[in-house]
């Protein structure tokens, strides 16, 4: 299911995230095309400011036109952030996403 909600928001990498597309560093921006569902797997479709497009898991970004960024959950779009990274911004861990 591809959902397009999202499409158009600005989102930048809370890691450094490695495809067979490249490599895409901490803190690089770009914007979600959509969102979809795969294989039971949350992803959304990024297109990276370097012109790369790739898929990242949610908990991989962070949505950057909110009044305040926040990294995504696997079954919300968006949630809480539960804490703060070296830079104190704030970032949803891999171990605190839950799978479908």
């Not at 999202?6 to 895409?24: D, F, N, P, V, W």
Request: aromatic letters at 8%; a negative charge; charged letters at 35%.
């Amino acid at each position: 299911m591809i959902d397009i909600s999202l499409t158009g928001r600005r989102c930048r990498a809370t890691k450094e995230i490695r495809s067979h597309q490249g490599l895409a560093r901490r803190f690089t921006e770009g914007t979600i095309q959509y969102d979809l569902e795969n294989i039971g797997r949350h992803l959304l479709s990024v297109e990276w400011d370097s012109g790369v497009t790739d898929y990242v898991y949610p908990f991989e970004i962070e949505i950057l036109d909110e009044e305040e960024p926040c990294s995504a959950d696997m079954n919300e779009t968006w949630r809480e952030p539960v804490e703060f990274d070296e830079d104190e911004r704030r970032v949803v861990t891999q171990r605190d996403a839950r799978w479908n």
